[in-house]
């Protein structure tokens, strides 16, 4: 090994582990730290009379070539030996006022559906396309990471992609709810605002479509337990130390520099660099004090808005879906009566139908799930008032969509392996990511223009990685940035950034 510098992880979720990998590559030693009793995090899966429940993945971003995240999934082993499977329809939506919209991965299929149910639209239809297909063409290079790069290496992406950077500008001023109310046709807006979070960025969907049409992002069969097994199993045989049930309550610092971190059971981990890749909120406020945080990213604690919280809803089928097309987000149906899940209304759920992937259910069997945007702090006090109403209100919930896909799928009520409900609270509990949230900051018009750091001046070998300085959150930023800081130390290190195994 070329050198011995020594860096603690805490947090053994996506971002922790690339960190982890990368230091290997890197030649440091790497320890990752982890909580609860296995990796994955938000990523995660578990077993459930027979099924491997997907707790995260419906697709990856840089499954395929064509953009910077197919070689960062490749350093960190996650393509070898896994099909992808490479969807036809981002969102299926039944029966809005009596019309299915198909948000087809085809762009040119998407733009003359939208026409054929709304001619009226066309000019905002065509720029929406256009602007897609631009992104989609473009190629945003991020070989550096983002802390050492320049107003030069800016200017430099931006020229590079011109139209493509002008029309995402453009769309990244608005959330997609304004951009919803556009639409002349009713049926329309009604599919745009329901998309995803309302107060979301709209340059957010251009990407997502981009992607989508580019079939750079595919799910990979075997869902998130198999890419976790890959991603941990890559840091493990680099040489990476994992110490699981582990929970770091302290970060040790002496004159303004860390020195390693401390587990509950009161063990002392001395270190040379410590990578926070878990909660912000808790290693900022909890672990640091306000003391070494910038202006900036305290702003960004107290005004940005975070991912709503969901429920999860997750069922075992015993019957196939032969005929339902697999999409990105899931089929869309509105639901016979309003849902309350906590204290948001729900006209509508999406469900995903895993008939795409046979390894995650028994033979003839499959999946089915659906998340469901809700208010952290309703299940906090539900959880306080004791097991039996919190339980109640799981079944209440879980009842309800059940008797929403009985009408979409004759018969199914009576085809349940098993039900469950994840709320809030479960994955609270399960990631430590305050209020719930799944994937940090929402991409709003503001969050998106708000650089979080990854460093602070006045500390010293501390860094932060994962979905709360990666605004919008996911698998490739979280994972990008543990690579970033990895980056940024080697530069300090006067070290070469290595990506591959010869370095070592
Ligand atoms: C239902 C669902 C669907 C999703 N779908 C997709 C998708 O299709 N594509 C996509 O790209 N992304 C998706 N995501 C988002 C993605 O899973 C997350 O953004 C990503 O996993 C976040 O990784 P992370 O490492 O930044 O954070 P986390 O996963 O939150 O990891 C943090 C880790 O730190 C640990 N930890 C916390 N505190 C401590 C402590 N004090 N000491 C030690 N350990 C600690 C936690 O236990 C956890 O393992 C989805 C998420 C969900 C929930």
Not at 165 to 171: I, P, R, S
Not at 208 to 218: D, H, M, P, T, V
Not at 385 to 396: D, I, M, P, V, W
Request: proline share 3%.
């Amino acid at each position: 090994m070329r050198d011995s510098k020594k860096i603690n992880i805490i947090g053994g979720g996506v971002a922790g582990l690339s960190a982890g990998i990368y230091a290997r590559l890197n030649g440091f030693e790497a320890t990752v730290f982890e909580m609860v009793n296995r990796t994955g995090g938000a990523c995660t899966s578990w077993e459930k009379s027979g099924y491997n429940v997907n707790g995260s993945i419906h697709w990856l971003v840089g499954s395929a070539p064509g953009i910077d995240f197919y070689e960062m999934w490749r350093d960190l082993g996650v393509l070898d030996k896994i099909d992808f499977y490479y969807y036809n329809s981002f969102i299926e939506y039944k029966n809005i006022d009596g019309v299915d919209v198909h948000f087809y991965t085809d762009l040119n299929k998407l733009q003359q559906h939208l026409l054929s149910i709304s001619p009226v639209d066309s000019r905002l239809i065509e720029e929406l396309i256009h602007c897609i297909k631009l992104v989609a063409d473009a190629n945003f290079t991020m070989d550096r990471a983002f802390g050492l790069l320049q107003a030069w290496d800016w200017s430099k992406v931006f020229l590079n992609d011109i139209p493509a950077v002008t029309a995402l500008g453009k769309f990244s001023h608005m959330s997609i709810h304004e951009f919803a109310k556009k639409f002349k046709s009713k049926i329309l807006r009604k599919a745009f605002q329901n998309f995803w979070s309302p107060t979301m960025s709209m340059s957010f969907m251009v990407l997502q479509l981009s992607y989508a049409s580019n079939r750079i992002a595919g799910y990979p069969i075997g869902g998130s337990g198999k890419f976790m097994e890959k991603l941990t199993n890559r840091y493990i045989e680099l040489g990476g130390k994992l110490e699981l049930g582990k929970k770091v309550n302290r970060i040790l610092i002496k004159n303004h520099e860390v020195t390693g971190v401390q587990t509950e059971d009161s063990a002392i981990h001395q270190s040379d660099f410590v990578v926070s890749a878990c909660d912000g909120a808790y290693v900022l406020f909890k672990l640091l004090g306000s003391n070494f945080i910038d202006e900036v990213t305290l702003d960004a604690y107290r005004t940005l808005e975070t991912f709503p919280s969901m429920v999860y809803f997750s069922a075992g089928i015993d019957r196939t879906f032969d005929t339902s097309e697999p999409s990105i987000i899931g089929h869309s149906i509105p639901l016979a009566k309003k849902l309350k899940v906590g204290d948001l209304v729900h006209h509508r759920a999406s469900f995903q139908i895993y008939n795409f992937d046979q390894t995650i259910a028994p033979e003839g069997k499959t999946l089915i799930t659906a998340s469901l945007d809700t208010n952290y702090g309703f299940w906090q006090k539900l959880h306080q008032k004791g097991e039996k109403a919190y339980r109640a209100e799981r079944s209440r919930i879980g009842e309800e969509l059940l008797k929403n896909l009985e009408r979409e799928f004759p018969g199914i009520s009576s085809q349940v392996d098993f039900m469950d409900i994840a709320t809030p609270i479960t994955f609270e509990n399960w990631t430590g990511n305050h209020n719930g949230s799944y994937r940090g900051w929402l991409p709003s018009p503001k969050s998106t223009k708000t650089k979080i750091s990854s460093h602070f001046a006045g500390l010293k070998g501390f860094y932060m990685a994962g979905h709360w300085v990666a605004t919008g959150g996911g698998l490739p930023p979280a994972a990008f940035s543990g690579r970033d800081v990895i980056q940024q130390i080697c530069k300090l290190e006067g070290k070469t950034f290595a990506t591959d195994q010869k370095s070592i």
